[in-house]
């Protein structure tokens, strides 16, 4: 079949955005562990009962920290499979290639120079959906998949209206400390929304081949 890496990629790229919506859902509810356990440590004696969660905490950061990275490796893995069908995979492992980059300065980095590589990260981390998008655009409309064509403009408007806004709250969250656990919240609901709705179009890219897995096992 023709397009078999783009299927084969896309394939893995949806296993590593499923560990991904896992990662930063888990993420999510540890800011809102945090957020509550800090609001009521007033007045509280240490007890066992805190100590077990402060353990479920620390033990859900390593479980959302493995799954993060396996994500990553995925992605990786999907993209380059893909990428000999489509050009704008190649791009989309080349942003890659530069978060690696920017990720080891801003390790290094501190002060203005840290917030700098932290946005960039976050910029390099939206193109590199937005390229995967256009990958699948353009496979979709050499097959004639119109609808999943025309569905990936409107996924790739959605992610990138998610993607601002999470960024404008991050910045409105250095000037306003007061709210600034609501507004993590919020910025932990904008990813994990980015990242359901780019699962969805995911989905639908590998449906569209139309490929069913015992097609590709005879002895299935």
Same mark, same amino acid.
């Given at each position: 079949m023709k397009f078999m890496n783009a299927y084969e990629g896309l394939k893995t790229l949806k296993l590593a955005e499923i560990l991904n919506v896992i990662s930063i859902g888990i993420?999510? =509810?540890? $800011?809102?562990?945090? &957020?509550? %356990?800090? +609001? $009521?440590? #007033?007045? &509280?004696? !240490? $007890?066992?009962?805190? *100590? +077990?969660n402060g353990f479920v905490i620390v033990l859900a950061g390593i479980v959302a920290f493995v799954l993060a990275i396996s994500s990553f490796i995925l992605q990786i893995s999907g993209i380059n499979k893909a990428k000999t069908d489509d050009e704008s995979f190649d791009t989309a492992l080349m942003f890659i290639i530069g978060g690696i980059v920017v990720a080891v300065i801003g390790g290094l980095a501190s002060g203005w120079l840290e917030s700098l590589m932290s946005v960039v990260s976050k910029v390099l981390s939206l193109c590199i959906t937005l390229y995967i998008i256009k990958g &699948?655009?353009? !496979?979709?409309?050499r097959i004639e998949k119109t609808d999943t064509d025309k569905k990936g403009g409107i996924i790739f408007t959605v992610i990138i209206v998610l993607s601002v806004t999470a960024v404008v709250l991050g910045i409105v969250n250095v000037f306003a400390p007061s709210i600034s656990n609501i507004i993590t919240l919020i910025i932990g609901g904008l990813n994990i929304a980015r990242s359901i709705v780019f699962l969805t179009y995911l $989905? #639908?890219? !590998?449906?569209?081949? +139309? *490929? %069913? #897995?015992e097609? =590709?096992?005879p002895l299935g």
């Amino acid at each position: 079949m023709k397009f078999m890496n783009a299927y084969e990629g896309l394939k893995t790229l949806k296993l590593a955005e499923i560990l991904n919506v896992i990662s930063i859902g888990i993420a999510l =509810l540890m $800011s809102l562990m945090l &957020i509550l %356990k800090s +609001g $009521s440590m #007033e007045n &509280i004696d !240490v $007890s066992s009962q805190e *100590i +077990g969660n402060g353990f479920v905490i620390v033990l859900a950061g390593i479980v959302a920290f493995v799954l993060a990275i396996s994500s990553f490796i995925l992605q990786i893995s999907g993209i380059n499979k893909a990428k000999t069908d489509d050009e704008s995979f190649d791009t989309a492992l080349m942003f890659i290639i530069g978060g690696i980059v920017v990720a080891v300065i801003g390790g290094l980095a501190s002060g203005w120079l840290e917030s700098l590589m932290s946005v960039v990260s976050k910029v390099l981390s939206l193109c590199i959906t937005l390229y995967i998008i256009k990958g &699948i655009r353009s !496979v979709a409309n050499r097959i004639e998949k119109t609808d999943t064509d025309k569905k990936g403009g409107i996924i790739f408007t959605v992610i990138i209206v998610l993607s601002v806004t999470a960024v404008v709250l991050g910045i409105v969250n250095v000037f306003a400390p007061s709210i600034s656990n609501i507004i993590t919240l919020i910025i932990g609901g904008l990813n994990i929304a980015r990242s359901i709705v780019f699962l969805t179009y995911l $989905s #639908e890219a !590998v449906n569209m081949f +139309g *490929i %069913k #897995e015992e097609e =590709l096992d005879p002895l299935g």
